[in-house]
């Protein structure tokens, strides 16, 4: 995050935190007292103030804590009883390529801080700071003093508006308490409905000892079980409640609202179960197979030196002529008719998208998808000139029939010396016009004395 942003959420925070406490006091419980000092007001603001005090001190440790980051040359001691995380690839120590450290336990790399965070549990925007291994206790005081100052923020104005029926102490409150009274319920409502929520998820995270990442994997191991992939694994850093909740807010529960140090370093921590090098998060079994990661020499070159086959543009085949970026290669049936003038043999392009030419400038063509129908882009969209179906049947007939060697057309040949005679010959050869019971000359026949109609 920007450092101006980081400093407007602070900014941002600070006014959710001081108007309402300020407020309250000052426009609401003051004038209901009759703007008095007496003892019954001191025991009603006081703890008030205290809480807000512890507040604002938990949150400047928030934001101005170092949550931990990997020593200079740390390594991991793959001796130690106390256990070491490993890679799931390939089983030895984690390492960040980024920092050039090894890792320790628990431990992530922030892209908005550019470091390995011991025990980094989030990077929250509104302390514009990691909350990690040293700053996670002071995060979670902050969130118990948010619940509880907007809970009894609440109760007073509360009590103010209910003791207004009875007229208690003075008068009734006046136009501008009421304002203030309106505005600070706007103010509190929201922030102990969201503030409580992510509040209840992080008490829960501290007493099973885990952290936001870790949860994550949590649920990930979890539908791999369900999906028997994998068999139960425990969670290596679940100590028990009493000794979870120890290990960030310290041994003694009588200091675990005051601001504290957590024990240990953050390098190592004491495991459940123990183990040489345990894996966590469990792997899941169909990436066994799978080969380690290997970054090429150059990321242009591609094994034996020529250009990666991989580095071309992800959108080239699907440009086209005239904005034809989605054709389908799967059905290769046309639903057009084939005497359609958009009719194309399936499987055969027959109008070749262009290549991409910085220099062109004409996005559209004047002729349509096939090129065979005008179109003319008007301001409401594409404007298709009508076509007659039975002139383009027609047309489709006609162009079959000229097509060549697809028919034989046959030219008939009118000779003037045929007689008519030789027309008024049946098929089998025989004389009309001789008497029945005679039986006439059979004359040969030739191809000239068939009709053209028989032939």
């Not at 302390?127 to 902050?142: A, K, V, W």
């Not at 966590?280 to 591609?302: E, G, H, I, M, V």
């Not at 004047?366 to 179109?375: C, D, K, N, Q, W």
């Amino acid at each position: 995050m920007h450092p101006i942003l980081g400093r407007i959420a602070i900014g941002f925070v600070l006014f959710l935190i001081l108007f309402p406490v300020l407020t309250c006091q000052v426009y609401i419980i003051w004038p209901w007292y009759g703007r008095e000092l007496s003892v019954e007001l001191i025991i009603l603001l006081f703890p008030f103030n205290v809480l807000a005090i512890s507040l604002l001190w938990n949150y400047y440790l928030c934001i101005v804590t170092d949550p931990g980051e990997v020593p200079d040359g740390w390594k991991p001691d793959t001796q130690s009883s106390e256990g070491y995380e490993v890679k799931r690839l390939t089983g030895s120590p984690r390492f960040c390529r980024t920092c050039q450290k090894f890792k320790p336990p628990r431990s992530h790399h922030c892209k908005q801080c550019n470091r390995c965070v011991l025990r980094m549990d989030h990077h929250c925007p509104w302390t514009n700071n990691c909350i990690g291994y040293f700053n996670y206790g002071h995060f979670i005081r902050f969130l118990f003093y948010v619940d509880v100052t907007c809970s009894y923020h609440l109760a007073m104005v509360s009590y103010r508006v209910m003791a207004t029926s009875g007229r208690w102490y003075h008068d009734q409150p006046t136009g501008a308490e009421l304002i203030f009274i309106i505005l600070n319920y706007v103010f509190a409502v929201p922030v102990i409905l969201v503030v409580g929520g992510f509040s209840l998820y992080h008490f829960h995270s501290l007493m099973g000892n885990t952290t936001t990442i870790e949860g994550w994997e949590k649920d990930k191991a979890a539908m791999l079980r369900r999906h028997g992939k994998i068999e139960e694994v425990k969670f290596p850093y679940n100590l028990g409640v009493r000794r979870n909740i120890a290990s960030i807010l310290g041994n003694n529960p009588l200091l675990w609202c005051c601001p504290t140090v957590p024990p240990g370093t953050g390098l190592r921590y004491q495991l459940s179960v123990a183990d040489e090098h345990h894996n966590w998060p469990p792997r899941d079994p169909a990436l066994a197979n799978q080969l380690p990661f290997k970054l090429p020499d150059s990321p242009w070159t591609y094994e034996n030196g020529d250009v990666n086959p991989n580095l071309r543009p992800s959108n080239s085949q699907l440009r086209g002529v005239n904005g034809n970026r989605h054709k389908s290669t799967q059905d290769p049936v046309s639903v057009l008719p084939p005497y359609h003038l958009d009719y194309e043999v399936p499987g055969v392009d027959a109008h070749p998208g262009r290549p991409y030419s910085p220099g062109n400038d004409s996005d559209y063509s004047e002729e349509g998808y096939s090129g065979a129908i005008r179109v003319r882009r008007g301001s409401e969209g594409y404007e298709v000139r009508p076509v007659n179906r039975e002139q383009m049947l027609q047309e489709y007939v006609q162009d079959r029939i000229n097509e060549a060697g697809r028919y034989q057309v046959y030219e008939p040949e009118h000779s003037l010396e045929t007689s008519d005679d030789d027309f008024e010959k049946d098929e089998f050869g025989e004389n009309i016009d001789e008497p029945p019971g005679e039986v006439g000359t059979v004359r040969t026949m030739s191809d000239d004395d068939v009709p053209l109609a028989l032939r």
